[in-house]
């Protein structure tokens, strides 16, 4: 089929030729072996690689709703254990240490860094985090410590020690958390967004709210 095709295409090719050379002044006639000609072979060989490249099929991901259904966001409450996400919060330390810059030392609460600092606390990811509840208008959330596993837009996935995972609400606590002799207060108000969200957010100066 494909041969039937060339040979066709060939013919349609000469005669076009023979007819602009019976028609056009003598004089011209020799240019139109080297121009039109060659015209015609380079768009026969665009037109064949053309067909030749590959259709590229559109990839498309899970929706968050699609996700719910097939239960990504759903940790059983005894599904992970403590032992096992310690690794993460090592690799954690080491990515924070990195982010805030604590080797070059803690700025004074009245500079400019401490602006950037505080930023950079507000735009960290808390996966593997050690976190622990100081506050809470829940009183069964108070002092509950454990290793946050998934941050959402609302709530801190954690495990404690005893291998329990907790869902704690973001908003309605304030926890508080080490970095080497440190100790960081945050307060969920202000992280009720995805991880993804707050890097790229921009933020305004906030007053430290109340529960």
């Known amino acids: 089929m494909e041969e039937t095709t060339d040979s066709f295409n060939q013919q349609a090719a000469n005669s076009i030729i023979n007819f602009l050379k019976t028609n056009v002044p003598k004089n011209e006639v020799q240019k139109i072996d080297s121009e039109l000609k060659t015209e ?3 768009a026969k060989k665009r037109s064949k690689q053309q067909k030749r490249k590959p259709i590229k099929k559109k990839t498309r991901c899970l929706t968050r ?12 409450r005894h599904s992970v254990k403590y032992e096992d996400v310690v690794q993460m919060n090592k690799i954690w330390l080491e990515y924070i240490t990195e982010v805030l810059a604590m080797d070059e030392g803690v700025p004074e609460p009245n500079s400019k860094n401490w602006e950037t600092l505080t930023l950079s606390l507000y735009k960290a990811d808390y996966h593997g985090s050690m976190l622990t509840v100081v506050r809470s208008k ?4 108070i002092n509950k410590t454990g290793i946050c596993i998934m941050d959402t837009k609302n709530t801190f996935k954690i495990v404690s020690k005893d291998n329990i995972v907790t869902t704690i609400p973001k908003k309605e606590c304030v926890f508080e958390l080490y970095l080497k002799k440190f100790k960081v207060t945050l307060f ?12 790229t957010k921009k933020v305004k100066g906030h007053l430290h709210p109340d529960l």
């Open 40 to 42: 015609l072979v380079f």
């Open 65 to 76: 709703k699609e996700k719910k259904t097939l239960g990504f966001y759903n940790i059983p």
């Open 138 to 141: 829940c009183p069964s959330f």
């Open 188 to 199: 969920g108000k202000l992280l009720c967004a995805k991880p993804a969200e707050r890097s």
